[in-house]
């Protein structure tokens, strides 16, 4: 095969308007070495569920989620899948491996260090990537500016690798404030050349069911602790899972956290970040909730939580819970309607009741703590999809109202022989699709945005 087929310039993605892109399987593999970080950096929390086990995981998973983050955003802005873009990636799930080997230890030690460096590496191997895509000269500007971003932020973390603490935390901070800053600086950009608005969201609900199945893996492992099965352990494992499950509903369906988010405008490409930086407290309240849920699983009959392991399990749902709620706000549905803060305000009172019962989960039996967070889970999935339900509703109204294409200025369509309206579509609360009315009824999927 000829080198000017196996290396081939970046270029924007999509080059033809009308096409359509899928996750690739690179991409999906390049997901999986993350399956493997994330349960490495949340190994150390089933012996150490604490608030200094939680600030230490934060640490580690913030850095390892915007890893993701900073390679998923460039291959979903450009189109590259020549060998060198191949090799890169490669390069850089070695660099996620050597970032989890080193998610093991205290920040003092020389493992924190290693895992500084790491992510180091992987971040230069984004700057050279950017640099790249400097020669698509629409988007020059873009990556010049990434590539500024990333790479002052990379030096930063190769210096606070050499360094001892204190010194490496003061580093580390300035460090993640330019990481996270940067996008931020490039509003603009964002606009005149966003991510693809189909592919990008489908990465981030691939990456949030992979957080999902890990919870899943936390109760088996709670199931295995158990030497003979009791009831209240049953009815544990089994609402750890309809917890996960409520919120893959919730995500999906009610909140439509993985449909597409184009940016035409500032305001898009704001809440497109809004979007973005919400999903780092979801994930992180995903992952915690899942721990506590496998250390009430794996309790004896009788025991209780520890009090900061009841406000832990609480505190990571009602996170968790919140986080869904700013992601449905900055869809494309919730943004058309005219009374988003009282629609969302039943989610907030539901994620505050959530957290109050931190207060209590030490004192009541642990299949009984659960059983609430379950309950207050099905709840917001229902008002979500009742909301939803709504909003539909609504739409469905206003096209009744428009007048027929036919019809005069002022004139009722119904007022012209052989105008119909449009039949009026009801909304099954909880099933995402369209049932026309009638004998000749059919099931139509229709597209919420």
């Not at 990636?89 to 491996?97: D, E, G, H, Y």
């Not at 496998?294 to 819970?321: F, N, Q, R, T």
Request: some cysteine.
């Amino acid at each position: 095969m000829p080198l000017r087929q196996l290396i081939q310039p970046p270029r924007l993605w999509p080059a033809e308007a009308a096409s359509s892109r899928r996750v690739t399987w690179l991409e999906l593999f390049f997901d999986l070495i993350f399956v493997a970080a994330v349960a490495q950096v949340d190994a150390p929390l089933s012996v150490n569920y604490s608030l200094a086990g939680v600030f230490r995981f934060l640490a580690f998973f913030v850095l390892i989620w915007w890893a993701w983050v900073g390679h998923t955003i460039y291959s979903t802005r450009f189109d590259t899948d020549d060998l060198v873009q191949r090799l890169l990636t490669l390069i850089q799930m070695f660099a996620v491996a050597a970032m989890a080997a080193n998610a093991k230890d205290a920040f003092d030690s020389r493992y924190s260090a290693g895992f500084a460096a790491a992510y180091a590496a992987m971040r230069l191997v984004l700057v050279f990537q950017y640099l790249r895509a400097r020669q698509v000269t629409e988007s020059r500007r873009l990556a010049t500016h990434y590539a500024i971003g990333v790479g002052a932020a990379a030096v930063v973390w190769i210096v606070s690798a050499v360094v001892d603490p204190p010194t490496r935390y003061w580093l580390w901070a300035l460090a993640l404030t330019i990481d996270l800053g940067t996008p931020f600086l490039a509003l603009d950009h964002a606009e005149k050349i966003p991510p693809d608005s189909a592919h990008l969201p489908e990465r981030f609900g691939l990456f949030t069911i992979i957080l999902l199945g890990e919870s899943i893996v936390a109760v088996m492992h709670g199931m295995e602790s158990q030497d003979s099965w009791s009831l209240s352990a049953a009815l544990s494992a089994f609402q750890g899972m309809a917890i996960a499950f409520c919120f893959w509903w919730w995500y999906f369906d009610g909140a439509a956290g993985a449909s597409e988010r184009p940016i035409h405008t500032r305001r898009q490409a704001m809440l497109f970040h809004i979007w973005n930086y919400a999903h780092w407290p979801l994930y992180t309240g995903i992952a915690l909730a899942a721990v506590g849920v496998k250390h009430i699983v794996a309790l004896a009959p009788g025991d209780h939580l520890h009090p900061m392991e009841a406000w832990i399990l609480c505190g990571s749902v009602a996170l968790a819970m919140g986080s869904v709620t700013v992601i449905g706000m900055t869809s494309q549905a919730a943004q058309r309607c005219s009374c988003l803060s009282v629609q969302s305000f039943p989610h907030v009172c539901l994620a505050s009741l959530t957290l109050l019962a931190g207060f209590v989960g030490h004192l009541v039996p642990p299949v009984l703590l659960i059983t609430a967070l379950t309950a207050v889970s099905v709840l917001q999935v229902g008002v979500s999809l009742r909301r939803k339900a709504v909003d539909q509703n609504a739409m469905a109204v206003q096209g009744d109202e428009v007048p027929a294409f036919d019809s005069e200025p002022g004139t009722k369509s119904g007022s012209i022989p052989g105008a119909r309206m449009p039949r009026a579509k009801s909304i099954h609360l909880f099933w995402p699709a369209t049932f026309e009315e009638g004998g000749d009824s059919k099931v139509s999927h229709p597209s919420y945005f």
